[in-house]
């Protein structure tokens, strides 16, 4: 059974970092291309903050390039994303996901608010 569980959000003020931790089960982590979304308050689940691919291949949106940085440890089955120079346009719920065709699974998202 796959599962994706997210943790390592909380309440940070503008300019902090946060590392968030998405741990896998069920599946070979370095197999498949994985990332993270994040949902804003009162909007819809965002567009692709990052990806990494199988291949180790990384994709940032402009939105969030230079400040955050996925890596993965193959051997927890873990993979992470480090956020720094947080901004309040950042708060939004993240989820982590993994691409095992044909289906994408989500883990239950952690909370991230960038407040002062």
């Known amino acids: 059974q796959v599962q994706l569980v997210e943790s390592g959000g909380g309440l940070v003020q503008p300019g902090g970092s946060l590392t968030l931790s998405c741990v896998a089960s069920?599946?070979?982590?370095?197999?498949?291309?994985l990332g993270w979304f994040r949902q804003a308050p009162g909007k819809e689940r965002e567009g692709v903050p990052c990806?990494?691919?199988?291949?180790?291949?990384?994709y940032y949106a402009d939105s969030v390039k230079g400040r955050f940085t996925i890596s993965r440890d193959n051997a927890k089955n873990t993979v992470y994303l480090q956020m720094n120079s947080l901004e309040p346009e950042d708060t939004a719920v993240y989820y982590c996901?993994?691409?095992?065709?044909?289906?994408?699974?989500w883990g239950q998202g952690t909370q991230v608010t960038v407040s002062s």
């Open positions: 990806i990494k691919r199988n291949d180790g291949v990384t």
């Open positions: 996901y993994a691409n095992i065709v044909p289906r994408v699974y």
């Open positions: 069920g599946f070979t982590l370095n197999y498949y291309p």
